[in-house]
């Protein structure tokens, strides 16, 4: 800025301090009134950007981004923001190269080092990206944000301690973050700390009663009556937390269910079939069942989970809601599946009515759902402190035939392990009455 008159420094600080007070027509004409004196300015030219980006002009934006990053060496704030235009523009790839590019050029501008690793994290390159939010956070000792992203990412690839660690330092730095409370919870609901996870929870129930993933898991945990289902947001937002490395997980857990819930299925599969995947997650499955469709639909309430399941072209269509929402999609099926959806789902009566309307008459519906001890079997459902119901054989057999629907296989088995014990489950099929 030493380039410029004091009169027009003075001009600057104007704009400037019109922008921060959210005058950003004023800051605009003040920036454009220096630009046509100073037009290669880069400070000058990230200034003017940084005003289109908040009036949400991101075209315009990004051109001056651009342009600031034309001198050699490149002028690194202008660099950062259009790093974060490619973000808003989903241009994941050119996102990631210009961080990258920034972390070499300057390796301790630290907000880089974390949008880095959100990106590094999306694409499901957990080592990597927890190094490069180790970094950030090395740099960045006072954002709270930066210490519940690391403990997101620990806890992701199994550092669970310091993932702890992280947790409460992000807490230490901003008492009142809910966020670093939850993640909190949910780790020590995960560790079977479960007096630890009462503890936070209670906190956050304590200043948002409504809170939905606080209220289920205080419930999962039997201190509050059980719920018919679990809700809607902590499901998406559980599934979206793990969805780059759900399909990794599920293999250490040895599991199979939806080979399994096939094979009891197979006997029923005709050809040109219209199908629906209920809770799809990532397609686990789908391609058993692609040879026998005619179209394949899955419905999911995770939006990254979806992304995943549409990389790899299986389905013809992908529906993100509630199943219990009314669906967007008026076809009749010639089948519809869900394995471990229904584990979300206590009362299951109305997952069961919603599914007859989508079925067509004679249709199939294949599903799984975790069993119940033998002392529980007097309970139609349990809500157990893992967050998923478990259902008696009786109570499914029973609401499935008042939805109008006869029971055409009902068999017990494994449906993976957890903590290194088998979880034990039903695989059901059913007809619909013509």
């Known amino acids: 800025m030493n380039e410029i008159s004091l009169g027009d420094r003075k001009a600057f600080s104007e704009a400037y301090d019109a922008h921060r007070a959210g005058d950003l027509e004023r800051a605009k004409q003040l920036y454009e009134g220096l630009l046509a004196r100073y037009p290669d ?28 990053t034309l001198q050699a060496p490149p002028y690194i704030p202008a660099l950062y923001n259009l790093a974060r235009i490619k973000q808003i523009k989903a241009e994941t790839s050119h996102a990631l190269a210009l961080y990258e590019r920034i972390t070499q050029l300057q390796p301790e501008f630290g907000p880089a080092w974390n949008n880095l690793a959100l990106i590094l994290r999306g694409q499901g390159r957990m080592e ?12 960045m000792l006072d954002h709270a944000e930066v210490f519940n992203n690391l403990g997101v990412m620990l806890e992701a690839v199994g550092r669970l301690q310091e993932a702890e660690t ?7 730095l901003h008492q009142d ?11 020590y609901h995960r560790l079977e700390r479960f007096n630890d996870a009462e503890r936070e929870l209670e906190w956050i129930l304590a200043r948002r009663p409504n809170d939905p993933g606080a209220l289920f898991l205080l419930q999962s945990l039997g201190r509050l009556p059980s719920p018919r289902r679990a809700p809607t947001e902590y499901v998406s937002k559980t599934f979206d937390d793990c969805a780059v490395t759900f399909e990794e997980k599920l293999a250490k857990l040895e599991y199979k269910t939806p080979q399994m819930l096939f094979s009891k299925v197979r006997p029923y599969l005709g ?21 026998f469709a005619r179209s394949i639909h899955g419905m999911d309430c995770s939006e990254r989970m979806l992304s995943i399941a549409e990389k ?35 009362d299951l009566r109305p997952v069961f009515s919603i599914v007859a309307q989508h079925l067509r008459p004679g249709g199939i519906f294949a599903f799984t759902v975790e069993g ?21 054989t009786h109570y499914v057999e029973t609401c499935l035939r008042n939805k109008g629907f006869d029971l055409v296989v009902s068999s017990g088995c494994v449906l993976r ?9 039903l695989l059901v099929v059913a007809r619909l009455v013509e």
């Open 372 to 392: 119940m001890e033998e002392q529980e079997e007097s309970r139609g459902y349990v809500l157990r402190r893992s967050g998923r119901f478990a259902h008696s």
């Open 166 to 172: 992280s947790f409460l330092k992000a807490i230490e």
């Open 417 to 425: 392990k957890e903590a290194g014990k088998p979880v034990t489950g």
């Open 41 to 68: 300015l880069s400070p000058l030219l990230n200034a003017i950007g940084t005003v289109y980006l908040d009036c949400n002009r991101i075209d315009e934006a990004e051109k001056y981004f651009k342009k600031a």
């Open 128 to 139: 990597q990206a927890c190094r490069a939010m180790e970094k950030a956070a090395g740099l």
């Open 177 to 187: 973050y809910f966020s670093a409370h939850f993640n909190l919870a949910c780790l």
């Open 312 to 346: 790899k072209g299986i389905y013809h269509r992908l529906i993100r809601q509630d199943i219990l929402s009314r669906w967007k999609t008026d076809k009749s099926y010639d089948l519809i599946y869900s394995s471990d959806c229904l584990v979300y789902f206590g």
């Open 271 to 291: 050809h040109d079939m219209t199908i629906m995947d209920l809770g799809c997650g990532t397609g686990l499955g789908a391609e058993f069942y692609r040879p």
